[in-house]
C-alpha cells in the first residue's frame, strides 16, 4: 500500500469550456497511445476534467465518458463497453468511480489501470437510498440549480473554490438531462458493493482523495486500501470533494506518474 500527503499547491483552472460529446472515436493519431476513459460524477460533464485532460496530452488518447445516453431502461455499462477498444484505462470521479468497478466487474480482462477519484467501492446502504430518493424529489420539485445549490457545500472545502466553480458546476447540473439525472440517482442508490472487484483486479491501482472530503472520506478511502493494498493512495491536505477542480494541477501530476507506473 502507498500513501502519499501531497502539500504543494498547484493552480487551478476555471473548467469553463463547453460541455464535450462522448468522445468514444479516437483521431488516427492516437491510436499509437494507451486508451484512458474519464466519467464524470452525478450531475456533472467533461468539463470537471478539462485540466487533467490537457496534461495527459501526447500520454494517452483521452476520451471523455458522458452521461447523455445513460437511461432508467438501457445497459449503460454494456453500451460503454462496446464502443471501446480492447484494452483502456479508466479515471472515475465520484460516481464515475463506482462505474469505473462495475466496467472492471464486466470486463475485467479489457481494463489496464484504474484511477479512483474522491470515490468508494462500498455497495448502496440505506441511508444512500434514502438520499438518492431525497436528492430527486428535490429534482422534480424545484430543478436541478436546487440540486446543485444544495449540494455544492459539501463539494468543497474552502468557500473561495465553492465561489469560484459556482456557476460550473451549476451549469453542469442544468445541463443533465431529466432521463439521466434519474438514472445517475437510482444507480447511486442500488450500485453493488465493488470492494471484490477492486480486490481481484491486477492492474496499477491509483486512489486520489481530498483530506477534506465529507463525502467519499477518508475512511473510505482507507476501506479501499484494505481491499487492495497494492493500490496507491493520494491524499490532498485542504481540498474537499470536487478534487479536479479544486486541485487541478496536483490531480493532473498524480494521473501522469499512474500512467507510467508498473
Known sequence: MGREHTAFD???????????????????????????????????????????KRALRGLADV??????KLRPTCDWADMVLAQLPARFSIVGFSLGGLWALELIRRAPHRVERLAMVASNALGASVVGRRKSAWLWKMWRALGPGAVARHVKPDYFHHTRQRLRHASLVHDMAMRTGRAAAVSEF???????????????????????????DRLCTPAMQMAMVRAQPRAHWVELPRVGHFVPLEAGARLADALRHWLVRS
Open 10 to 52: 498547484g493552480d487551478i483552472d476555471r473548467a469553463g469550456a463547453s460541455p464535450a460529446d462522448d468522445e468514444m472515436r479516437a483521431p488516427a493519431h492516437a491510436s499509437r497511445l494507451p486508451t484512458v476513459i474519464m466519467i464524470p460524477g452525478t450531475l456533472c460533464d467533461a468539463r470537471m476534467f478539462v485540466r487533467q
Open 186 to 212: 437510482r444507480w447511486a442508490a442500488s450500485r453493488p458493493d465493488g470492494s471484490a472487484t477492486l480486490a481481484a483486479f491486477q492492474g496499477p491501482v491509483l486512489l486520489v482523495s481530498g483530506a477534506m
Open 63 to 68: 476520451r471523455m465518458i458522458g452521461y447523455d
